[in-house]
């Protein structure tokens, strides 16, 4: 059995973070995002192979993972030529699957029972089966609709208010039969959400859905990138590094001054440097090779690798990707995101923002 990720895309919402790294090997804590999903699909033994369908910065991603030697799985990479869409992109890949396969979208992060899954779409004989999961506000996605024995009846676009029927969402997991892969056009840019899905219903194929209750989010945010380090800091999702448990973890090669406060939880990543005075605050991410200045501050932000934080600067709720320097005093606001190599001099202030002052994006 072979299962396909879905990592094709540009990363639009998270820039300036994917401008120098594709999504899937953005880190969380210390380990590519990706690492998380293929963790989850080696939980099921049956599947051998996983294919990484990809388009944007495929090499950087091989690179990442090799061919799987090191994760105990076998790794395939299949590079569109352009953007294909969901339902593309698994039909680009047709020609190496010949039963059931398992698909993901690519910025999905859930403790799902991937068992329960695949023995509910073997025990109904279906065609394709579907995760969802409910959420508090539907409305700011599509619903998605299931009778009582859990066949799914309808696809909802961003319903309004008086459309809400269920809070049960589309969780970007499936289970499809390779059978029903003719209904795809060939080279052409398809959505298994908008276009596969709704043609399974329309011709009355066995459909059905998996409703799953737990840990659920999709990473594609900046805001929901910080959120999913909270939660596994705060042991609501149970991942690497802390394995569920609600503490500090800090390296044994990083070195951090007598007079500095580390609070808890938090992380700081191997030969990490933390200066006399300074403060790491709680729900705090410092990457490997660090610097923290005398008597700074970093407060529930995110540091990637080979960051350099000022004396006395403040950096507090933002995210900070690889080789940033801020300067000496300086302050850098909640909700601000710095690409890789950006410099603010000393004594800047970087106001920060919230998410309401992003631009609407799907991608």
Known sequence: MKAILLAGGQGTRLRPLTLHAPKPVVPIFNRPFLQYQIDLLRQLPEITEIIL?????????????????DQGIHLRYVVEPSPLGTAGAVKYAEEYLDE???VFNGDVLTEVDLRAVLDLHRSRSAKATIVLTPVPNPAAYGLVEADAEGNVQRFLEKPTGDQ?????????IYVLEPDTFDRIPRDTNWSIERRYFPSLVEQGDT????????YWIDI???????QVHRDIMAARFSAAPFHGQSRSLVAGSARIDGSAVVETPCFVDEDAVVKAGARIGAFSVIGQRCHVGEGAVVEGSI????????EGAAVRGAILARHCHVGHGTVVGAGTVLGSRSAVTDF???P???ARDEPDTTS
């Open 220 to 226: 594609g945010t900046p805001e929901k990138y910080q």
């Open 53 to 69: 369908s990809l388009n944007y910065q495929p090499r950087r991603i091989e690179d990442t993972f090799g061919d799987g030697t």
């Open 207 to 214: 459909f059905v859905a998996y409703v799953y209750d737990g």
């Open 352 to 354: 920060g923002h919230t």
């Open 303 to 310: 540091l990637w690798p080979d960051c350099w934080i000022g």
């Open 100 to 102: 059931a396969v398992v």
């Open 164 to 172: 809400i029927t269920c809070k049960t969402i589309n969780a970007g």
């Open 348 to 350: 800047s202030r970087v």
